[in-house]
C-alpha cells in the first residue's frame, strides 16, 4: 500500500542577494546597539559601580560590539544554511511495499527539488505540540534518520495546514510513532 500526501511547491523571492543584504544590515544595527547595550549592561542600573569585567569592556567597546554582532549574525547563518540546506517538505510518500519513507523538498534559495529516501527502519518522528504568545498554536514535526533530525515540518505555519488530509498524515505519524 502506499500513501501520499502533497503540498504546492512553496516559493521563495529571496536570492543570495537579498539575503546578504539582509544580513549586513542586521550586522549594522547589532553593532550600533551593542554600542548602547555594553555601557547600560556593563554599569547594571548604578554608573559608579563598574567591576574589572566591565572595565574592560568599557575600554574596547570596538572589539567587542563587533564580535557580539559577528556572533549573533553566525547564529542566523548557521540556521538559515540549516534551513536551506534541508530544504522546504512539499510531498511525502510512504510506499509500504518497499518498506521506503520518499520525502520531496525545495531549496528556496535556488528553487532545485531532491529527494530523499528513508527505510522504515532508520526513521522516527518527533511530534510536538506547541502554543505561544507570538505565532499561536503550532504542530511541529521532526523526521529523524537514525535519531538525527533530517526534516523539520511547522504544520500551522506553512501551507501544510491547507492540506485537506492533515489529520490523517498527522494520525498515521502519531500511530508510527507510538508503535516504534
Known sequence: MTDSYEIEKPTS?????????????????????????????VSRGRPTRVNTTAEILMENPLIFSIIISVGVLWWFIYRTKKKYKLGEVFKIHFNDSDQKLEIKTINLANNQEKQNVYDYKNISFEFYNSKDALFGKQRILHVLNNNKAVHEINFDRTA?????????????????????
Not at 21 to 26: E, F, G, R, T
Open 160 to 180: 501544510w495546514c491547507r492540506n485537506e488530509r492533515i489529520e490523517n498524515l498527522i494520525e498515521k505519524l502519531k500511530n508510527w510513532a507510538q508503535q516504534r
Open 13 to 41: 523571492d529571496l536570492n543570495y542577494l537579498t539575503i546578504g543584504i539582509k544580513y549586513i544590515v542586521l550586522f549594522i544595527v547589532l553593532f550600533l546597539s551593542s554600542w548602547i547595550a555594553i555601557p547600560l549592561f
